[in-house]
């Protein structure tokens, strides 16, 4: 077990910025976004002991024509985004996996000499 990756990985926690809110989502969009199973749920408890909870949702691909040129699959999800449920799911935001990837790293990222790789968003 890695000490020093353990703290390092407690401190992303300080300062996640999302990209921009999308509460102007049309409905139809946000009601199919929000009616799949969340990605990751997140539950952050504070010093006076509330939860924050955080909930990411897989977003559709803005280019419904895009393959996978090594698989030749068609890519239904944003590689690079994802939506996210905050402020006691009253708002909406887009976030970026490149911003919050590192919250979710693979176990033997905390072993000694273990690797950084994060777990990379799911290619349904």
Avoid: C, W
């Avoid at 990605?39 to 909930?55: A, N, P, W």
């Avoid at 490149?98 to 690797?115: A, E, I, N, Q």
Wanted: no cysteine.
């Amino acid at each position: 077990f890695d000490t020093l990756k353990a703290k390092q990985y407690v401190t992303y926690y300080s300062n996640m910025p999302y990209e921009k809110l999308v509460n102007d989502l049309p409905p139809k969009l946000k009601d199919s976004v929000l009616n799949n199973a969340p990605v990751h749920v997140v539950t952050l408890i504070d010093r006076v002991g509330k939860s924050h909870i955080l909930k990411t949702f897989a977003k559709p691909n803005p280019l419904s024509d895009k393959t996978d040129p090594v698989t030749g699959r068609h890519i239904t999800e944003d590689l690079e985004h994802m939506y996210a449920l905050i402020n006691d799911g009253k708002d909406m935001a887009m976030l970026q996996y490149y911003v919050f990837g590192k919250l979710f790293p693979l176990p033997s990222h905390f072993k000694k000499g273990g690797t950084t790789n994060i777990n990379p968003p799911s290619k349904k």
